[in-house]
């Protein structure tokens, strides 16, 4: 394996450890070598701290050491003020002698001038190595910046029969206790859970991640008519929660309800109000209403479901997917399918 693609898969692997706590940042992971050999490591830890190349470059006990040596990170360093100081220029200020990358940062703020800053000060730079990986990575940042939305994941456990839930709407346990431990993970990395009334009425779920240790998301659910009561665990302040409605516009108990103009579409306007609160990513967790509304417009980056092989011979169907499955894996008696949206662009002005 060429040495640069060995250590930014390195670089890729530190990064992932980001993973659930630096949104709306990207994942980033950064290696220092010299000499054929590592001397620095460190990954973006947490939103609003410091870059990954910064805690690389720390963690080098003789900084005598960073003349001349080649720093991997899988982005563009950065070139301006956020809220930490420029990456590109604690490289320059330390005389790295290359910098290579993965990705070039889509966001408007760098976009190539990290790379070019770097540049005019004589360092050489290398761009691509291991680019696809890097942006399947990131897959999540790439989109929100480029499409103006956040990446969005339908999901949903379905019977061997094909359905969601039973007539009286009840849709507990058709996945096995594994595979529901499995989405409380993907919870921890995803900003927003979103579901629908339906299954905020007769679930009445909590939608934290009480079965694996991390932050809780967001939780958002559509209740038109406010008709979720008082006691329901949505309601119940334990954690950040957006209510999307028909009547009122307010804050209480940790809950923020966001009117929303009949006239509008609802998926629409919540596409929208999560690009403006910069939330990278939405898992969606509905039932079938909900699910069908993002598939009829396209409007979904990945779907997974859990195929039970249970059986309920009667019920609610589940969304019928044309897609051809990303992947497919057990998970215990549970089948997990992964689609992928071919589709890169999504316009709202096209579906209103």
Not at 181 to 209: C, F, Q, S
Not at 252 to 262: A, C, G, I, S, T
């Amino acid at each position: 394996m060429d040495s640069d693609e060995r250590y930014m898969r390195r670089a890729l692997e530190l990064a992932m450890l980001g993973s659930g706590h630096v949104s709306s940042n990207p994942m980033v992971g950064c290696v220092v070598v010299k000499d054929g050999h590592i001397i620095g490591e460190g990954y973006h830890e947490k939103f609003g701290q410091p870059h990954a190349e910064v805690h690389a470059i720390q963690s080098v006990p003789d900084k005598s050491l960073l003349e001349g040596s080649t720093l991997y990170v899988n982005l563009e360093p950065c070139s301006h003020y956020g809220k930490t100081p420029p990456c590109s220029h604690l490289i320059v200020d330390y005389k790295i002698a290359r910098v290579v990358f993965a990705n070039i940062d889509p966001n408007p703020l760098v976009a190539g001038a990290g790379f070019e800053y770097l540049m005019s000060n004589g360092i050489e730079v290398i761009q691509g190595v291991l680019e696809e990986e890097g942006r399947e990575l990131n897959r999540r940042f790439f989109t929100y910046i480029e499409n103006k939305r956040p990446y969005i994941i339908l999901k949903w456990a379905e019977t061997a029969d094909g359905f969601i839930a039973k007539e009286n709407f009840d849709s507990k346990w058709i996945s096995n206790e594994l595979s529901r431990k499995l989405v409380h993970k993907w919870r921890t990395e995803e900003d927003v859970v979103l579901i629908g009334t339906n299954t905020a009425l007769y679930d009445n779920p909590r939608l934290n991640v009480r079965d694996w240790t991390g932050r809780n998301p967001v939780r958002a659910f559509i209740d038109k008519q406010l008709q979720v009561p008082v006691g329901a665990h949505l309601l119940d302040g334990s954690q950040e929660t957006i209510c999307y409605n028909y009547h009122e516009q307010d804050v209480r108990n940790l809950v923020e309800y966001v009117k929303v103009d009949p006239l509008d579409d609802m998926i629409d306007v919540i596409a929208e109000d999560m690009y403006v609160r910069k939330h990278l990513s939405i898992l969606v967790e509905g039932g079938t209403q909900l699910l069908k509304s993002f598939l009829k417009k396209g409007l979904w980056d990945e779907i997974r479901i859990f195929r039970s092989p249970n059986e309920f011979g009667a019920g609610i169907e589940s969304p019928i997917v044309r897609a051809k499955a990303f992947s497919q894996e057990m998970i215990l008696d549970d089948t997990l399918i992964v689609y992928r949206n071919k589709i890169k662009e999504y316009d709202a002005s096209l579906h209103t």
